[in-house]
């Protein structure tokens, strides 16, 4: 059986993957889903000089837990064995190294928009899709 990397982000979105790995374990093809939420570093924003790193790796993390919030929910609705994994560093490089660090066998995230009103979003998060699927030695998955 598989375990499973989901990158969690605010949007509802990422919430399709999250489903679909709970799918995924009700039917006995994954055995543990890892949620991991990326961060990036506040300390390399303007950020840096009106507070201190501490206050800054505060407000990185309860973004990272209102992000993994309801994906927790939804797992612990659906009785699924899973963990959570807050990283703080550059999203594509971060998701690949967390996936070989926890030893998943594949990462499960939402595919892009295709609404040509969201021309700008669809770039983005294609080419993230795009980068993963460039540097991840683990099997990448999208899902709609």
Same mark, same amino acid.
């Given at each position: 059986?598989?375990?499973?990397?989901? +990158? @969690?982000?605010?949007?509802?979105?990422?919430? =399709?993957? @999250? $489903?679909?790995? !709970?799918? #995924?374990?009700?039917?006995?093809?994954?055995?543990?889903?890892?949620?991991?939420?990326? =961060?990036? +570093?506040?300390?390399?924003? /303007?950020?840096? !000089?009106?507070?201190?790193?501490?206050?800054? /790796?505060?407000?990185?993390?309860?973004? !990272?837990?209102?992000?993994?919030?309801? !994906?927790? =929910?939804?797992?612990?609705?659906?009785?699924?064995?899973?963990?959570?994994?807050?990283? @703080?560093? +550059?999203?594509?490089?971060?998701?690949?190294?967390?996936?070989? =660090?926890?030893?998943?066998?594949?990462?499960?995230?939402?595919?892009? $928009?295709?609404?040509?009103?969201?021309?700008?979003?669809?770039?983005?998060? /294609?080419?993230?899709?795009?980068? #993963?699927?460039?540097?991840? $030695? @683990? +099997?990448?998955?999208?899902? /709609?």
């Amino acid at each position: 059986m598989l375990k499973i990397l989901v +990158p @969690v982000s605010r949007s509802a979105r990422s919430l =399709q993957a @999250v $489903r679909h790995a !709970a799918f #995924l374990f009700s039917e006995r093809c994954a055995s543990e889903v890892v949620l991991v939420n990326v =961060q990036p +570093p506040l300390e390399s924003t /303007r950020l840096e !000089a009106f507070y201190p790193l501490s206050k800054l /790796r505060s407000l990185e993390d309860s973004y !990272a837990h209102a992000a993994l919030g309801r !994906a927790e =929910q939804i797992l612990k609705d659906a009785g699924v064995k899973y963990s959570v994994m807050i990283q @703080v560093g +550059p999203l594509v490089p971060t998701i690949a190294e967390c996936a070989e =660090q926890t030893g998943c066998d594949e990462i499960l995230l939402a595919a892009p $928009r295709t609404d040509p009103l969201h021309t700008l979003v669809n770039f983005f998060s /294609r080419s993230v899709l795009n980068r #993963l699927l460039r540097i991840s $030695r @683990v +099997p990448v998955t999208a899902v /709609r």
